[in-house]
C-alpha cells in the first residue's frame, strides 16, 4: 500500500538532571563537591532518504520519542547524551504543522538534514556551584524538557513531468514502455491506485527525465468521485503536464470531452497546476476510429498534439524526443503556460467593455481630424477618411462667423479690415466737410 500522508506526534528527549555528590576517599576528607552534570536530550531529525518509497513507516507508527538525556554522575561524571531519533522521509516531503497547517519543514534532496524538534539540555551537578564562600553545595539544575508537536507528514513526489488523463487512457502502458518501472495495466478503470515514478534514460544525451504516473482522474474528482484529486499533489512540482487522452474513444467518450474535463477538474483543484505547460498526447492511434477523431480534435483544440500508439509503438520516438526538449531543451522553445481561463459570460461582458473602449477614441478623433480645417490652408494630403472630416468640418468652421462668436475665427480677420475701409472714407468726408466751412 503507497501511503503519502501521515499524522505524527513526536517529542525529543528531556535533558537528564545535575547530580549532587562529594568526593569520598579513603583518606580524603572532605574531598569537595564532584556532582557531574546531565545529558542532552537526543534531538528529533529528518533525513532526506532517496530509498524511502513512501511515508507507510509512520502510518503505522505515529508515536515517535528521542531517548532522553541521562542524569549526572558522581566523580564529576557527565550523564550521557540521549540519542537522537532519526527520521527518514523520501524527497518531496513536507512537514506541516497539525491544526495550523504551517509549513515547518520540506526535504527535497538526498542527505537533507532538517532538526524538526531539539533535545532539552543536560541539568548542572554541584560541582559547578563550588565557591570560597560556599565549599559544600547541594544545589544543581533540572534537565530541560524537550519538545513535543503533533504534525502532517506529506508526501509531493518530485518529477519532471506528470502524466495526468482520464483512467484506461493508457498512462501506466506508457510508462511501462519508457521506463523500468512497472505499474499494472488492465482494462479496467482504476488500475493505478498510487503513484509510480519512473526514469525516462536518454543514454545518448547523458541525461533523464523523472516521470510520474498518477490514478485517473473522471469528471467530478473534485467532488471526490474517483480517487478524487488527492493525487494531483504529486505532479504540482512537475515542469510540464503531459495529457494523455484515448483518441479512439473506446470507452464512448469523445476526446475533446475528456480534454476538456481534465482542464476543469486541475483548473479546480489549483490555479498553479491550472498554468503548467502542458502537452497532449493523442493515445490508441492503432485503433480504426483514432485518425477521424484525431482530425476533428485538432480542430478543437489548438494546441500540440502529438500521436502515439503504445501497442504499435508508433510515434513513441517522436514523443520521446519532443519530451526531452520540453522538458530540458532550449528554454525558448519549451512550451508556454496556458492563457487564464476566463468563464464564458465573463469573456463575453469583458469583450463588451472592450468593444466600448475601441470605439470611444474614434469619436474623440472627429475633433482632432476637423482642425486642420480651421487653419483653411491645410496642405496636408488627407486620405479618404481625412477629406470627408475635412468637408464635414467645413460648415463646422462656418458656424461661428453666421454666430458672430467673440471666437478669434480665422475669418473674422476680413470683417474686421472691411470695417477698417468702411470708417477710412466717413473720416475722409468730415474733413472736406470741416474744409468747406472753412
Ligand atoms: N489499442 C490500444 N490499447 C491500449 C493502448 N495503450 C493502452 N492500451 C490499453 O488500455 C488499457 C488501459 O491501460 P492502462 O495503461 O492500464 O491505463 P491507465 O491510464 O493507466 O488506467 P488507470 O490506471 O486505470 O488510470 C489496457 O488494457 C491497455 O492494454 C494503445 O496504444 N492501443
Ligand atoms: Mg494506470
Known sequence: MFIDEAKVELKSGDGGHGCVSFRREKFIPKGGPDGGNGGKGGDVVLVCDRNEGDLQAYRWQPHRRARNGAPGQGRQCAGPDGGDLILPVPPGTQVLEEGSNRLVAELTEHGERVVLLAGGKGGLGNMNFKS???????????????????FRIVLKTIADIGLVGYPNAGKSTLTNLLTAARPKMAPYPFTTLHVNVGVIDYTDRFDRIVMADIPGLIEGAHENRGLGHQFLRHVERCSLLVFIIDMAGSENREPWDDHRILERELRLYSPILAAKPRIIVANKMDLPAAAAKLKKFQE???????????????????FRDKLWAAVKGPVDQRPKAPAPYVEP??????????????????????????KPAKGKKATVKATPKAKSAVKKAKPVAKKPLLKKSAKPVAKKKPVKVVAKKKAAPVKKAASKSKAKKK
Do not use: F, W
Open 132 to 150: 570560597s564562600v560556599n565549599q559544600a553545595p547541594r544545589r544543581t539544575t533540572p534537565g530541560y524538557p524537550g519538545e513535543e508537536g503533533n
Open 300 to 318: 478543437r483544440v489548438k494546441d500540440m498534439v502529438i500521436p502515439i500508439s503504445c501497442y504499435s509503438q508508433e510515434g513513441i520516438q517522436e
Open 345 to 370: 459570460a465573463v469573456a463575453k461582458r469583458l469583450a463588451k467593455v472592450h468593444a466600448a473602449k475601441v470605439v470611444a477614441p474614434k469619436a474623440k478623433a472627429k475633433p482632432a481630424a476637423a
